[in-house]
Every structure is written in structure tokens, then in C-alpha cells.
């Protein structure tokens, strides 16, 4: 379990930024009486749109602080989750990050669906994947919430949320730079300065660069497959108006370039010209780990452009607070990744993502508190418009041989030897193929909220919450026929000399074949090979080719949650509570036409929450059960001789328990924990290809545990040793009778997805007696514990080509910081 170091100064001097008061914020500053450095510390979160120390607050709860994210090295979120019980992070793709909070995930990569897990910065809605991993700049802290949340977040946090909270300018002069290089040619900079620029006001600007020279090489070019850098700002600008109004405007700006994620292929491939067997054959699969890597992408790149910025007005009445809140965000995506995992052109497969997304939110809070009730009310309006485009590529030699796979006959292998015996001038092969799905979305969401909690009795605390938002999407579909155009001019050319009859039988010259059905002949003319796709074949994309879709819709729902919380003493709290969360009901990207409803889980939680001052232990603990119903997901349906994704609907249902501990033994050594077990099954579900995963595990592991202890030594004089270890441990998956198919979850003779994971970092810093400077050592992944990720599977029936995912290897490295 981690934690936040924010002792009671520190806590004042943010309840006095909140209310504008610099005298306040003076007194604040000093340091608090009695022996502090042997107390535990004091969190102060705001998951309840207040501020309160986290034993107070009725929630599955766990805050990550700054010393953990420096003791870590990590850069953004995907760095942590392993320290998160219940949390999981998929940043292989940055672009198209996917989150899992107690077993729940979004299932679809499109702009159609909606995050199960809504990630905010300083109270402002994230959106989506491609903008949600991004560089820590100056976070104060991380809060995880477990369970869902749409009372008070809203939208989106069916599975819970994540609030990244960041540091505000203060009144005083102050700057950090810091400098870090590791293995595989890391170098990383990053720098602060608080600047107060008059009275009432000051000015915070962060500025960090990025970048390595990645861990894996290209076997035939020896160039590397995953380099990159990144480089982000951020800006904040504090204005005290008067003594009860106070105005915060942050600006952030985010440039990603860097190799898309590697894949490695595991099919043993025969001397070209020769072909794999097809389909691919699982128990024939090699263990990519330590395999060599091959790619032929021309440019696998992954890039993001993204800037944000954020307006919050505070204002002080003798009655409460009104603030505001206004934000907007816009990012640009580009994704090309190797699919196939080799070099050769004949096997031939990569996948784009494009993305453009804009979003504004305007929000309005009302809060305030009398002897017996605490409360906080308030409205928002959020907008989305965003476009998609999902995109494949092939080569003419590729798509030959799935049609040597499909019908039994290499297409254009055929007709390059009709022309070369006619002595035709065209060459069929080695020619670009893409298909595409285009998709745009236009979205607005209205709410009202309110959330009291009353003082009953002096021990006794009831919390009644309830948001109501309305969804309205606009969506549109526009799936064209594929793209060959120096292909589709060769046979044009070999149609104008004869070689692309009309049907004939297969007998006469071989260039003809039997349709799905058998009743009938392909004819193979230049029309019909025009029209031909490979990877959006399913009919009804077939029957929308070339036609733009459009539809419209809106849902609305009401989020309750009742909450009572018992202090049988000043040390202890006992709570339970029930709520509801839902994801926006929304579209299909791959199917036109196709809509479907929210998306909602009830949440029952019942726990207790104990601050033992005197031992300086505290610690929670917490059973859940949650219902989820009408879960859509995208999958893969690998039965068809093409695959293809394709919707499925489930239920699901699962319960569990979280447990996190922090003891202060000393004033040199802190030690926390924490895990959690889970038991999720589905409730209802058939997949697409009939088989009932009814009863069956969803796949999640069914235990992990994070650990981590700090222990600092004076150095008499010369400044002080902070030593630093975190181990965590995630179980193994739970497959369930459709999970090899998806290649996310399966046992092979040479690997394992979904095995139990392991990662211990270490962290040593010495610090100078005067604090300002800094030097440290790190390790991240000490035993270079390495483990397959998943698999991609969609040539694996159409080319008989697999790859494979892998994760990282263990990053080592020096740290310089220089503060004043």
C-alpha cells in the first residue's frame, strides 16, 4: 500500500489555498508542535468532492504519493498499477491505453465505447485512452477509487476512478531539476520552478524531455523496434483575487514520437518461398521471449500530439463555496504497429489507429456544511467530438496467399504467370493493400448531482448521493472498398488483354472459383477482385461498402448511492454502502446501424477503517459483491475462415476483498501493504462462436498483493541514506473456455498467458545535509522477470502467421536532482 506524506502543515496551507486566504496560507506553513517525524502521516484526499482524511472517507481507497512515484521512477500511470491491487494498466500502446479496475475493463478499441474506468487531472474527465496516459508533471498525489462512482464522478466509472491531483503554485521561490540515465540509452530531464510574481499571485511552470533507444532490435537490420521520445510543459497560474475568490489556470502540452509496440512472431516459417501451415497450429507455438524479432512496417510509428488547459474559479460565501470549472483537451493520435511478427511480404499485416479527439467540460460545484450536514450539489455539460480511423494493411503478396488459404488457389500468383507467359508488362505482386473503417462520434452529456452527508449523531454518518445524466451521441460509419490503386491498374490492364474472363469452368484455365456456397463460380475479373476485402468481410460491412452510415441517439440514468458509517471510537470507522455506476450506452464501430444501452453495475461494500495513533498503524479492509449487466465487448471470432471482430453482450458478477496497511515503525523505517482477492465470474454469456462461458471465470487472477518499506539513515552530519524496496505479485489468470482464442489467457507447450507475475524495484538515495541536492541509484524489475503479454492472432488463420507481446526487461539507472 503506498501513501502520501502530508503532514498537518501541509494540509493546512491546501485548505487555505482553497479558501484564498494568504494569512491562512502563512500560518499554515509552520511546521506543526510535537515530535511529527514519529507520527504516521496524515492523507488528506478529495474522493468525496471535499476535502477529508482518508480514514474518514466510506470508499475503497488508495492513494499513491510522491515519494512512491520518486522511489519508482515512474513516468505515468502505466508505471504503477502492479503497486495497485486490483488496478491494471495496458500502456504497451500509450495511444490506446486500456484500464482495469477490479476485474472490470472496456472490451472495444473504438471511439463508440467508453471507458469502464474514468481517469481525471485536478477534477477534469480525462476521455479516453489516447488521452489519459500522459507524463507526470508535478502530481502531489494519485487516488484510486474502487468500485463504481457515478455519484460522484459521473459517467464512465462503472469499475472506479482514478484522480491524479497536482501541486498548486505557492507564495514562495522554489525550482528542481533533475536528471536521470539508465540502460538501453535512457536519458531523462526534468525540471520546476515556482515562481510568485506579485502578492496575490504565482506562477508554476514544469518542462520535462524523454527518451531511449528501446530494448529490442530488428534481427535482419539490427535497428531498433522500439525507440522514442517524449517531451511535455506545464503551466499554472495561482491569482488571489480578493480574500474569498481565488482563480487557478493550467495549460499542459504533451509530443510523443516513438516506435509503436514490437511484436515477435512464435511460428517456426520455412525458407521463402515456402508457407506456413494455415491455420497456424498453437501447440507448434515458440516462446517469444529471447526469440528474435523481425519486422517490415515502413514507418511503425506511435505518435501523440496533446494540449489541455483548465480554468477553476473559487469563490468563498459565509453559506459555502461556488467554484467553476471549465476545460478543454485535444489530442491527435497515430498508431502503426507489426502485426504478423516477421519480414517477409508474403505474410504481410499491420494495424493503424488514427485518432482525433476534442473535448470541453464546464462544470458548476456548490458546497458547504452546518453542524449536522456536509454537502455538495452542482451541474456539468461535457462535449466530444472525435474521428476514428481503423486501418489494415496487406500486400498484394499477403492477400495471395490468404487466397491460396481461402479457395484453394493463389489469385494473383496465377494470373503474374498467365502475364508473364503472354509476355504482359504488369507485376502483381509487392503492391500496397489497405481496407479502412472510418468513424466519427459527436457527443454532448448533461448532469445534475448532489451528495449530502448528514452528522445523524456523534458517532453516526448517513450519505445520500444522486446524479442524473443525459447522453446524446451522433455516429457515423463509412467503410470503403479496399485501396490497391497500382494493383487494380495492372488488372485493368490484364482485363483489356483477355486474361480476366468472365466464369469459365475451373478446368479450361484455372481462373475461376467456387463461392462460399459451392453452388456457383467467382468470376475473377477486375470488377470483382476491386471489390474483394479481406479484413472487413463480415456481410454486413460487405453490404454498407462505400456507404456512409449515420445515427442518433441518447440515454440517460440516475447513479444513487446511500452510504452509513459508524465511529464506535475516535480510532475506528465502520461503513457499508451501496451504489451504481454505469458506461454510456453508444455504437458498434464495426457494424453500421448497430447501437447499444448503458451499461450499469450495482456495487454492495461493506468495511472498517482503523488510525491506531499510538502504534502508528492504520489500516482498511473491505468486502465487495457487484453485479454487472449488459457488458459489451469486442472479440475476435476466429471460426470463419476470415476473422473478424464481432459484438458480444454478457453479464457478469463477482465478489472480493481489499486490505492495505501503513505502519510508521520508526522515525526511519515506514512499511505498507496491501491485496486484494477477487472472485469474478460471468453471470450470462455465449460468445459468438456458441461457446457458454456461463459460471466460468472472466480471467481476472484471483489474488495480488503490492509491499513496499523506506528506510532512512542519518549520516551525522553529511546529509541522510534513503533505502527503498517494493515487491508486488499478481496470481494467475483464470482462463475460461474462450480465452485461447483471444489470446489473452491460455497454456502452450513453450509459454504461458496469463502466468503469475513477480517485480521488485529498489531505490537508494543519498541527500545533502542542506536537502538541495541529491543523487540516487535505481533498479526497476531486479530479477528481469520477463512475461508474454498476449498474442495476435489475426493471421494466424489467414497467412498462418502468430505474434506475440512481450514485456519489459529490467531498467537500471542514476538519478541527479539539484532544489532550491
Known amino acids: 500500500m503506498t501513501y502520501n506524506r502530508l503532514t498537518c502543515g501541509i494540509r493546512n496551507a491546501l485548505l487555505a489555498s482553497l479558501l484564498g486566504s494568504p494569512a491562512l496560507a502563512a500560518q499554515a506553513q509552520q511546521p506543526p508542535d510535537g515530535p511529527a517525524a514519529v507520527e504516521l502521516d496524515r492523507i488528506v484526499v478529495t474522493a468525496q468532492s471535499r476535502e477529508q482524511e482518508l480514514k474518514d472517507v466510506p470508499i475503497a481507497l488508495q492513494v499513491v504519493g510522491e515519494d512512491v512515484i520518486e522511489q519508482t521512477m515512474a513516468e505515468n500511470l502505466g508505471d504503477l498499477d502492479s503497486f495497485v491491487p486490483g488496478l491494471a494498466i495496458d500502456d504497451n500502446q500509450p495511444t490506446q491505453a486500456g484500464f482495469k479496475l477490479r476485474g472490470l475493463s472496456t472490451g472495444d478499441f473504438g471511439i463508440g465505447t467508453d471507458p469502464t474506468v474514468g481517469v481525471y487531472v485536478d477534477g477534469v474527465y480525462a476521455g479516453r485512452g489516447g488521452g489519459t496516459v500522459l507524463p507526470f508533471l508535478d502530481v502531489e498525489r494519485i487516488e484510486v477509487l474502487k468500485g463504481p462512482q457515478g455519484t460522484l464522478f459521473g459517467r464512465n466509472t462503472a469499475a472506479g476512478a482514478v484522480s491524479i491531483v497536482t501541486k498548486r503554485p505557492s507564495d514562495h521561490l522554489e525550482g528542481r531539476a533533475r536528471l536521470r540515465v539508465g540502460n538501453y540509452g535512457k536519458q531523462y530531464f526534468d525540471g520546476m520552478l515556482n515562481l510568485p510574481t506579485g502578492e496575490t499571485t504565482a506562477l508554476r511552470i514544469n518542462a520535462m524531455s524523454s527518451s531511449t533507444d528501446g530494448w529490442l532490435d530488428d534481427a535482419a537490420t539490427g535497428k531498433s523496434l522500439n525507440d522514442g521520445r517524449n517531451w511535455a510543459t506545464r503551466a499554472a497560474f495561482r491569482w488571489d483575487i480578493g480574500d474569498n475568490t481565488q482563480m487557478l489556470l493550467s495549460w499542459d502540452h504533451e509530443d510523443l514520437d516513438q516506435r509503436s509496440h514490437p511484436t515477435i512472431g512464435i511460428v517456426e516459417l520455412p525458407p521463402a518461398p515456402g508457407l506456413p501451415p494455415v491455420p497456424a497450429d498453437p501447440a507448434q507455438y515458440q516462446n517469444p521471449i529471447g526469440r528474435a524479432a523481425w519486422t517490415d512496417v515502413p514507418d511503425n510509428d506511435e505518435t501523440r500530439r496533446f494540449d489541455g488547459a483548465t480554468l477553476i474559479l473559487d469563490h468563498a460565501f459565509e453559506w459555502g463555496h461556488l467554484s467553476s470549472m471549465t476545460a478543454w483537451r485535444d489530442f491527435d493520435t497515430y498508431n502503426r504497429a507489426e502485426e504478423d511478427g516477421s519480414n517477409r511480404r508474403d505474410l504481410y499485416l499491420d494495424t493503424i489507429n488514427i485518432e482525433d479527439n476534442r473535448t470541453w467540460y464546464q462544470e458548476f460545484k456548490f458546497s458547504g456544511n452546518t453542524e449536522r450536514l456536509d454537502w455538495v450539489a452542482g451541474a456539468s455539460w461535457f462535449k466530444e467530438e472525435a474521428s476514428q480511423s481503423s486501418v489494415v494493411d496487406l500486400t498484394s503478396d499477403s492477400i495471395n496467399t490468404a487466397a491460396a488459404g481461402l479457395y484453394g488457389m493463389p489469385l494473383f500468383g496465377m494470373l503474374q504467370d498467365a ?117 472487413f468481410s463480415d456481410p454486413i460491412s460487405m453490404a454498407n461498402k462505400g456507404v456512409t452510415n449515420r445515427a442518433k441517439n441518447a440515454w440517460s440514468d440516475w447513479s444513487p448511492r446511500l ?55 492504520q489500516y482498511e479492509a473491505s468486502a465487495f459483491y457487484y453485479v454487472y449487466d449488459n457488458r459489451q465487448a469486442i472479440r475476435l471470432d476466429t471460426t470463419a475462415d476470415i476473422p473478424r471482430y464481432v459484438i458480444s453482450t454478457s453479464d457478469l458478477t463477482a465478489r472480493g476483498v481489499d486490505f492495505s496497511a501503513r505502519w510508521q515503525a520508526s522515525d526511519r523505517l515506514s512499511i505498507d ?67 485461447s482464442s483471444q489470446g489473452t489467457c491460455g497454456r502452450y507447450a513453450n509459454f504461458t498467458i496469463g502466468e503469475e507475475r513477480n517485480r521488485t524495484d529498489l531505490y537508494l538515495r543519498w541527500r545533502s545535509p542542506s536537502t538541495q541536492w541529491s543523487v540516487a541509484a535505481y533498479v526497476n524489475n531486479l530479477f528481469d522477470n520477463r512475461y508474454v503479454n498476449g498474442l495476435h492472432t489475426y493471421g494466424t488463420t489467414v497467412v498462418g502467421s502468430t505474434a506475440a507481446g512481450i514485456s519489459e526487461p529490467r531498467f537500471y539507472g542514476m538519478e541527479l536532482m539539484y532544489r532550491f
Not at 444 to 450: D, K, L, N, Q, R
Not at 589 to 601: H, K, M, R, T
Not at 697 to 724: I, Q
Request: hydrophobic share 35%; with cysteine.
Open 419 to 535: 502475364a508473364d507467359f503472354y509476355g504482359i508488362p504488369v507485376q502483381l505482386f509487392g503492391n500496397p493493400w489497405r481496407e479502412s473503417y472510418d468513424n466519427t462520434v459527436d457527443s454532448t452529456a448533461y448532469a445534475v448531482f448532489g451528495d449530502v452527508i448528514w452528522h445523524a449523531t456523534d458517532k453516526l454518518n448517513l450519505t445520500f448521493g444522486l446524479r442524473y445524466t443525459r447522453d446524446e451521441k451522433k455516429f457515423t460509419w463509412f467503410n470503403d472498398y479496399h485501396r490497391a490503386d497500382v494493383l487494380n491498374q495492372a488488372l485493368q490492364t490484364l482485363e483489356q488483354y483477355g486474361v480476366l474472363p468472365q466464369p469459365v469452368p475451373c478446368d479450361a484455365l484455372g481462373l475461376c472459383a467456387i463461392d462460399e456456397d459451392g453452388d456457383g463460380l467467382i468470376p475473377l475479373d477486375a470488377a470483382f477482385l476491386a471489390g474483394f476485402d479481406l479484413a
Open 563 to 617: 452510504v452509513v458509517d459508524y465511529h464506535p471510537s475516535d480510532d475506528t470507522m465502520l461503513f457499508a454502502s451501496v451504489a451504481k455506476g454505469y458506461k454510456a450506452g453508444g455504437y458498434n464501430v464495426f457494424s453500421p446501424g448497430a447501437s447499444f444501452d448503458n451499461e450499469g453495475v450495482w456495487n454492495f461494500e461493506t468495511g472498517i477503517k482503523r488510525d491506531l495513533r499510538d502504534l502508528r498503524i
Open 673 to 739: 501493504f496491501a491485496t486484494e482477492w477477487i472472485d469474478s465470474t460471468y453471470k450470462d454469456f455465449v460468445t459468438p462462436d456458441g461457446i457458454d462461458l456461463g459460471g466460468e471465470p472472466t480471467g481476472e487472477a484471483d489474488w495480488s498483493f503490492a509491499a513496499g518499506a523506506a528506510y532512512t539513515l542519518p549520516l551525522a552530519g553529511h546529509g541522510d541514506l534513503t533505502f527503498s524496496a517494493r515487491h508486488s505479485y499478481t496470481g494467475r489468470n483464470r482462463c475460461n473456455s474462450g480465452s
